[in-house]
């Protein structure tokens, strides 16, 4: 029997990204950084602004939920916000978006939802947009990056 490697539209994350971000917070130069970890188990990113007025940085973790058979990626963010997103792929793969479950330290009926679009072998932007409510998503950070390694 087959198996099919459910971590496939992941593993061209892996390694080291730097790039430009713009939006909420001013423009900065950040490095992200993805890895898999524990056994290969589970995925973690690590975000660091290198340059900026904005200091940020987060750390994530997804895992594969097999009962649901739905990525789960949980974010904590310098700022003390801590997300807790499902991930949905695209048919092509070329697009990963992670809808909002849960927001920890955030304002009521905020929402927040993360969208990783592959823009080539070596290239990828990834997106933050905020909804209030039942409001739509705004995008409110844009960060372009380049594979470094």
């Not at 080539?120 to 380049?146: H, N, Y």
Request: a negative charge; glycine letters at 10%; hydrophobic letters at 35%.
């Amino acid at each position: 029997a087959e198996t099919t490697d459910v971590w496939a539209p992941f593993r061209p994350l892996t390694g080291k990204w730097i790039g430009e971000r713009t939006g909420m917070g001013g423009d900065a130069r950040q490095s992200v950084e993805w890895e898999f970890v524990l056994g290969d188990q589970f995925l973690q990113y690590r975000t660091t602004t290198l340059e900026g007025d904005d200091p940020h940085a987060d750390i994530g973790m997804i895992s594969y939920d097999e009962s649901r058979q739905k990525f789960v990626c949980r974010a904590f963010f310098s700022e003390g916000f801590v997300n807790q997103y499902v991930g949905t792929i695209a048919e092509d793969g070329k697009f990963i978006a992670f809808t909002p479950k849960s927001l920890e330290n955030g304002p009521p009926g905020l929402r927040v939802r993360e969208v990783i679009t592959f823009d080539g072998d070596d290239r990828i932007t990834q997106e933050c947009l905020l909804a209030s409510g039942d409001e739509p998503f705004q995008s409110c950070v844009l960060v372009k990056l380049q594979k470094s390694d």
